[in-house]
């Protein structure tokens, strides 16, 4: 595929970043072969934003319903950064209509929607993904690979914590506070990408007991989660995510202890991450760099840095090159993070340990 046509479904925070990241990703030198990039179309229905989107890309076409993308022949390819609910509506559309589709996490506010969603990516000729962007930070992506390589040997435990204050203080949250159009609160909003992270390193979860508040259950969705982990493969976890934690901003914060090394991560410092190898008095820190992944597609500075925005260009670019090489996807993997999220939210209301099911098992 020499050109990728491009629209994007919701013109949120998430949906402007994506927006903003295929006209990026295009301009940069993504080496030989790789495919053409336009934003040929958007669609929300709130006026306001269409507008802000008209002066920010005056050439791509503007809709207020997801559904015209998904009826365009035009289109190539379509990023869905909707609510929650509208998410197995709008990538199953995509996905029946011939189209690759990027969809944000979570896939869907219940296991019945990704089980739908799922079930539509097997019968359709486009490929299906999901949003986790931060798997594509050089300095975890350099760690996802280094473990991945064995270089630390087996890894033995990971803490996983997402903390935000945008929800502190009765801030409001719109649809994000409102359980049957988000089905989660923090835990689906910030646990999902440390989830997506403590997956990649350790491999599927097999097991979680986890403690809400509020309770499930309650109309509105979690302020806070915290949960413990038991990995497949016999590593152990733990999971903090909260939304009203007052003065984070960004604390993705990833410790992974291994055989042979530690290394402790936080994305309010994206750009360094501290190692410690056996022998080692302490931890060093090691700048992000060109011999990181994704980092030297930007900038060919080491020290110099990468900001959030830049993650979502990362990931237009990955994500463009596999609809190019004909690659699969990612939906296996994002489906390993919606069973587990399934499972964490299921022990939360029986406090009680919790076997993660397949999501055919949780839908029926």
């Known amino acids: 595929?020499?050109?990728?046509?491009?629209?994007?479904?919701?013109?949120?925070?998430?949906?402007?970043?994506?927006?903003?990241?295929?006209?990026?990703?295009?301009?940069?030198?993504?080496?030989?072969?790789?495919?053409?990039?336009?934003?040929?179309?958007?669609?929300?229905?709130?006026?306001?934003?269409?507008?802000?989107?008209?002066?920010?890309?005056?050439?791509?076409?503007?809709?207020?319903?997801?559904?015209?993308?998904?009826?365009?022949?035009?289109?190539?390819?379509?990023?869905?950064?909707?609510?929650?609910?509208?998410?197995?509506?709008?990538?199953?559309?995509?996905?029946?209509?011939?189209?690759?589709?990027?969809?944000?996490?979570?896939?869907?506010?219940?296991?019945?929607?990704?089980?739908?969603?799922a079930d539509a990516a097997a019968r359709a000729s486009g490929t299906a993904s999901a949003g986790y962007v931060f798997r594509h930070s050089p300095a975890l992506a350099w760690a996802i690979s280094e473990v991945a390589a064995g270089a630390f040997g087996a890894v033995q435990h990971v803490a996983l914590t997402h903390a935000e204050d945008y929800g502190a203080a009765g801030a409001p949250l719109g649809w994000r506070g409102d359980e049957a159009a988000a089905g989660y609160g923090a835990l689906g909003d910030l646990g999902a990408h440390a989830l997506s992270i403590g997956i990649a390193v350790c491999g599927p979860v097999a097991s979680a007991a986890a403690i809400q508040s509020p309770p499930p259950g309650a109309t509105a969705t979690d302020d806070r989660t915290s949960a413990l982990l038991g990995f497949a493969s016999g590593a152990q976890g733990m999971l903090h995510a909260s939304r009203t934690a007052l003065g984070r901003k960004m604390h993705l914060a990833v410790e992974i202890s291994a055989e042979r090394?530690?290394?402790?991560?936080?994305?309010?410092?994206?750009?360094?991450?501290?190692?410690?190898?056996?022998?080692?008095?302490?931890?060093?820190?090691?700048?992000?760099?060109?011999?990181?992944?994704?980092?030297?597609?930007?900038?060919?500075?080491?020290?110099?840095?990468?900001?959030?925005?830049?993650?979502?260009?990362?990931?237009?670019?990955?994500?463009t090159n596999g609809i190019a090489t004909g690659a699969p996807g990612d939906l296996d993997f994002a489906l390993q993070v919606e069973a587990a999220l399934q499972a964490v939210r299921a022990s939360a209301r029986t406090y009680a340990w919790t076997p993660v099911q397949t999501l055919q098992e949780a839908a029926a």
Request: charged share 20%; proline share 7%.
């Open 261 to 319: 090394a530690s290394l402790v991560f936080d994305h309010e410092r994206p750009n360094e991450i501290e190692v410690c190898v056996a022998g080692q008095a302490g931890f060093v820190r090691r700048l992000c760099g060109p011999g990181m992944p994704g980092y030297g597609c930007i900038l060919s500075a080491a020290g110099h840095g990468l900001g959030f925005a830049d993650l979502f260009t990362l990931q237009m670019v990955q994500w």
């Open 1 to 117: 595929m020499g050109h990728i046509r491009i629209g994007v479904a919701g013109l949120g925070f998430a949906g402007m970043l994506h927006a903003r990241a295929v006209e990026q990703a295009a301009r940069l030198d993504r080496g030989p072969g790789a495919p053409g990039l336009s934003l040929r179309a958007a669609a929300d229905p709130d006026p306001d934003r269409r507008a802000a989107a008209a002066r920010a890309f005056p050439e791509a076409r503007l809709c207020d319903d997801w559904q015209a993308l998904a009826e365009d022949p035009e289109l190539d390819a379509v990023v869905i950064a909707l609510p929650n609910h509208l998410h197995a509506d709008a990538g199953s559309a995509c996905l029946t209509a011939g189209q690759a589709v990027l969809i944000e996490k979570p896939l869907a506010p219940d296991a019945a929607g990704v089980w739908r969603l």
